[in-house]
């Protein structure tokens, strides 16, 4: 496939010759960390640097000797799916001193080093930072010590830093993730799940505090995701009075048949007073106002703990190749940058811009501008909040507006985890603008058989966990049965379409689209949200369910690497889902560390199997002792999952031995990852606020009529903003032979995995982040990030 051109930076004149670069993590490990560090040490030595680790963070860059070490290529094999830092980290006092400053500024040159990378929040990055605006003074005080020579001063005049933001509680402005978040909600989703089913077995309350002393991220992400009753953050303090309001809000859950509650309490949480609000205060107040049976579970380190998510993976593996660049590329006068995430383009922002922001948020809530706070933390976070309050309270029926509009929505395609929250975000909203909700069974299928019932607010309660299709769904195409379908619209009075599906739905959008020639009951505003694991639907880069799937593909890899431990060397072959889209093997070859993947979309022949047979015999003979290799399941007819393992098991005789695995189903199973969950959730509220504002401009003396090209759309995310398409423009963009996008933005990740697997390769860097400002307010259609 084709690809817009780039500035392309190939082996050669990516130089790194003549300079040291050191890699450290400090402050509080996260999850992904490992994969940063990995990254660091294999671009930097693929560019021709020298780099080394620095253990225990700016301790072990005091303290130097053994501290700082050289750092080899196989050196970080193996510590991708490892969670924590291997490195090790520590929070040191002595570096806030000039003494230890001039101590570890002493360490670095005798090694030759003048870029650091650092992997680290907001307090070690501006460490960082001030130890760069020092670095010429303290050569100047070591020269007159006699420590180090004259002219050392001007051979290392400049130091550079790059800071990748490691924290889970993603409280770091300027950046939409941080590397460690994903990884922590999956943790808090994992627990809460499973909390879930022992309090509807005993009809209980659990109050469950999170991390979060001064950012409420994970609590709100994490009871966006479960559901939960209620939630208490310090960027936005309840109301006075909130007590009776939530007894009330648990009291009526209780009353629908629901037979459990969920509180959701951030460490950090607070009242309007500044006064914390603890999970034994929540306790006692349910259990004195409300008799129910109430327990706390405080999660704390757990959320630290285990192996990164898929998306961490990526994320980090992404940064820290973009570290390596930022450094190649700084110059004396280049400001301190961060490498950062927005949507899912890379960014570089003004490591102090960032920093300052950051604490700005914390005066705000210390002064009590909690609006103001929420606001600085950007958009992600707002729009977390909004879609929270949307989804978690309703509100009286009195309060409701009354529209008269029938909203039907409906899954088509195969099931993809995610589906289920989207279908609650779509009903929900729907009731709060006003409308009635209509729920189809089995896609088309059920939509011609008359499977189409009214779908009330609770019955929607618990569903955001839940995997697979809920409501049914079938790959049925409408065109066949296009005039039954007409005349159930026109029984059940359907004004609007919400469809959440794959390709099929896409196809389906742009059946319905023609068939408006010819039955009006199809000029009513409609739209899809792509849902599938093989992200191939054109114009949306990111799909519900894909995260789930990577995480599946990830996980599962992680384990067969693993039976081979200790064993002779032995290479897997590993077959991927996907159709003719190559991204679940690309994006998950990347996430696990494989050495290649083949996919469709990159023509291979058999020359370019004995290559990568041979270069992985060579990785064989040194201390590698595991080889990954990912195939999409319709990469090539003849090169099937058969014929590469047998040509692996021949080739690779007396060097290793090799295994094969076909994951199938799975990839579409399982419960929905924190991703998906709020992916799902707010692209489907933004959908239905779509749905709105058609049907009010489309509304004509009582009756839809809505037939232009503009009515009829689908929501994708495209590089930073979701943004609304006609299907009709999509058809130019779209290989319908064989359901992929004509031009995929996750191919130009595919060199990231090579160069991590020791292939020599061309890097395209047209998308590499330029040095930007940080923008306070974004654009609208920014508002609901990607990056959950």
Same mark, same amino acid.
């Given at each position: 496939m084709s690809q817009p051109d780039g500035k392309k930076i190939f082996f050669e004149n990516l130089s790194g010759a003549g300079k040291a670069?050191?890699?450290?993590?400090?402050?509080?490990d996260a999850q992904g960390m490992n994969a940063a560090v990995r990254a660091v040490v294999r671009m930097g030595l693929y560019v021709g640097a020298k780099v080394y680790f620095i253990r225990e963070g700016y301790q072990g860059m005091v303290d130097g000797g053994d501290n700082i070490k050289e750092a080899s290529w196989e050196s970080v094999s193996s510590m991708l799916q490892v969670g924590g830092t291997v490195i090790g980290s520590a929070r040191c006092k002595e570096f806030r001193t000039h003494e230890g400053r001039l101590k570890a500024a002493h360490n670095l040159v005798q090694r030759g080093i003048t870029n650091l990378c650092v992997i680290g929040g907001d307090g070690s990055l501006t460490g960082a930072n001030l130890f760069r605006e020092e670095w010429s003074g303290l050569l100047g005080e070591l020269v007159e010590q006699g420590s180090i020579a004259a002219d050392a001063v001007q051979k290392y005049s400049a130091l550079h830093i790059v800071g990748m933001v490691g924290s889970i509680d993603n409280d770091f402005c300027g950046t939409d993730m941080t590397i460690g978040t994903d990884s922590a909600l999956h943790r808090i989703i994992e627990v809460v799940d499973a909390i879930m089913t022992? @309090?509807? +077995?005993?009809?209980?309350?659990?109050?469950?505090?999170?991390?979060?002393?001064?950012?409420?991220?994970?609590?709100?992400v994490s009871a966006l995701a479960c559901g939960a009753d209620w939630v208490l953050i310090p960027e936005m303090p309840p109301e006075d009075g909130w007590e009776d309001k939530m007894c009330q809000k648990l009291s009526a859950n209780r009353a629908g048949m629901k037979r459990l509650n969920i509180i959701i309490v951030a460490e950090g949480a607070i &009242?309007?007073?500044?006064? !914390?609000?603890?999970?034994?205060?929540?306790k006692n107040l349910v259990v004195r106002c409300l008799g129910f049976d109430t327990r706390v579970t405080i999660l704390g380190h757990v959320q630290? #703990?285990?192996? !990164?998510?898929?998306? &961490?993976?990526i994320l980090a593996s992404r940064m820290g190749v973009e570290a390596v660049l930022a450094l190649l590329e700084t110059t004396a006068n280049t400001p301190a940058c961060v490498v950062s995430l927005c949507g899912n383009q890379s960014v570089r922002l003004p490591l102090m811009e960032c920093v300052q922001m950051t604490q700005e948020v914390q005066k705000a809530m210390d002064e009590k501008r909690f609006e103001e706070a929420v606001r600085l933390r950007g958009r992600s976070f707002e729009n977390n909040l909004k879609t929270y309050k949307l989804l978690a309270h309703r509100k009286p029926e009195s309060e409701l507006p009354t529209s008269n509009f029938n909203v039907a929505v409906l899954n088509v395609g195969a099931p993809a985890a995610g589906m289920n929250a989207a279908v609650?975000?779509?009903?929900?909203? #729907?009731? +709060?603008? #006003?409308?009635? %909700?209509?729920?189809? +069974? &089995?896609?088309?299928?059920?939509?011609?058989? #008359? $499977?189409?019932?009214?779908?009330?607010w609770a019955d929607v309660g618990g569903w955001t966990g839940q995997g697979g299709s809920l409501l049914g769904t079938k790959r049925t195409l409408p065109a066949k049965y296009v005039d039954k379908i007409a005349e159930q619209m026109r029984q059940h009075n359907i004004n609007a379409l919400l469809i959440v599906g794959g390709f099929e739905a896409f196809l389906s959008l742009l059946e319905l689209s023609t068939a408006r020639g010819k039955y009006g009951e199809f000029c009513v505003p409609m739209i899809m949200v792509p849902a599938t694991v093989s992200n191939n639907v054109p114009g949306s880069d990111l799909s519900i369910g894909a995260?789930?799937?990577?995480?599946?593909?990830?996980?599962?890899? &992680?384990?067969?690497? $693993?039976? @081979?431990?200790?064993?002779?060397?032995?290479?897997?072959?590993?077959?991927? %889902?996907?159709?003719y889209c190559g991204y679940l093997a690309s994006v998950g070859g990347l996430a696990a560390g494989a050495d290649a993947a083949y996919i469709y979309e990159e023509p291979f022949d058999i020359r370019d199997l004995q290559a990568n047979v041979e270069h992985l015999t060579e990785k064989m003979k040194t201390s590698i002792q595991r080889g990954l290799v990912l195939r999409n399941e319709?990469?090539?007819?003849n090169y099937t999952t058969d014929f590469i393992y047998q040509l692996y098991s021949e080739e690779g005789k007396g060097v290793f031995d090799s295994r094969k695995n076909v994951l199938g189903h799975m990839q579409q199973g399982g419960a929905p990852s924190p991703f998906d969950r709020n992916f799902g959730t707010?692209? +489907?509220?933004?959908? %239905? $606020?779509?749905?709105?504002?058609?049907?009010v401009e489309t509304v004509r003396h009582g009756r839809v009529f809505a037939n232009s090209d503009d009515s009829c759309c689908l929501l994708g995310m495209r590089r930073r903003a979701l943004v609304f398409q006609p299907v009709v423009q999509l058809k130019d963009e779209t290989d319908f032979v064989h359901r992929i996008p004509k031009e995929q933005w996750w191919l130009k990740l595919r060199p990231l995995m090579k160069i991590l697997a020791k292939y020599k390769t061309s890097y395209d860097v047209s998308d590499s982040g330029q040095l930007e400002h940080i923008v306070r307010n974004r654009p609208r259609e920014l508002d609901a990030s990607v990056a959950m």
């Open positions: 670069i050191a890699v450290l993590t400090s402050g509080g022992t @309090a509807q +077995s005993h009809q209980r309350t659990f109050v469950l505090e999170v991390m979060g002393r001064h950012c409420g991220y994970l609590a709100l &009242d309007r007073n500044n006064t !914390p609000i603890t999970t034994d205060y929540i630290r #703990g285990g192996t !990164p998510s898929a998306f &961490d993976r609650r975000s779509a009903v929900r909203v #729907g009731i +709060s603008e #006003g409308h009635k %909700m209509f729920a189809v +069974s &089995d896609g088309f299928e059920g939509f011609y058989k #008359g $499977q189409i019932k009214e779908i009330k995260d789930t799937a990577l995480n599946a593909i990830t996980t599962t890899c &992680d384990r067969i690497k $693993q039976s @081979a431990s200790g064993t002779k060397r032995r290479v897997f072959i590993i077959e991927t %889902m996907g159709g319709n990469c090539n007819e707010k692209i +489907s509220a933004k959908a %239905m $606020q779509w749905v709105t504002r058609k049907l």
